[in-house]
């Protein structure tokens, strides 16, 4: 079954306030990618044959954005949107192992495809020397060190 990726630009608070309505107009899953920029990207996924403006313009009428964000649509396949959700909380958690890890400590991240690896690596360098250290079958083992 192929699905659409409904994704959007924000601020954490306009993007934590429009995850939720986006929830309530529809969508069946929002995640959050948290990038060292102040700017975060949200991904909805929605039903194919949704109108993802008329759901987007709806969950913004329910925050106080006051206007409808610039947005992309995607479509994607089931199994792509699992690996991306198995994905997304490495992304989220980078902060957080950046917050607990020394200057000069050590990471390693595994079972990462080696598709995602590139993408990975670039949300920890904003806290750490990180890059892809082997790759095996489609898979990527990245390693880094805390700056």
């Not at 959007?8 to 948290?34: M, N, P, Q, R, W």
């Not at 995607?74 to 997304?88: G, H, M, N, T, Y």
Request: net charge neutral; aromatic share 6%.
């Amino acid at each position: 079954m192929a699905w659409l990726a409904l994704t959007v630009k924000l601020d954490a608070a306009a993007a934590e306030v429009l995850s939720e309505a986006l929830l309530e107009a529809g969508a069946h899953s929002v995640a959050i990618d948290t990038p060292c920029a102040s700017r975060h990207t949200l991904t909805a996924l929605i039903a194919a044959d949704a109108d993802p403006a008329a759901m987007l313009g709806r969950a913004s009428k329910q925050t106080w954005l006051g206007r409808v964000p610039a947005f992309n649509v995607a479509r994607i396949d089931d199994q792509d949107w699992v690996r991306r959700s198995l994905f997304l909380p490495l992304i989220v958690l980078a902060p957080l192992l950046a917050a607990r890890t020394s200057r000069g400590g050590k990471i390693a991240l595994a079972g990462i495809l080696e598709a995602q690896a590139r993408e990975l690596a670039a949300t920890y360098a904003c806290w750490f020397e990180i890059d892809t250290v082997a790759l095996l079958d489609g898979w990527a083992l990245l390693a880094g060190v805390r700056r």
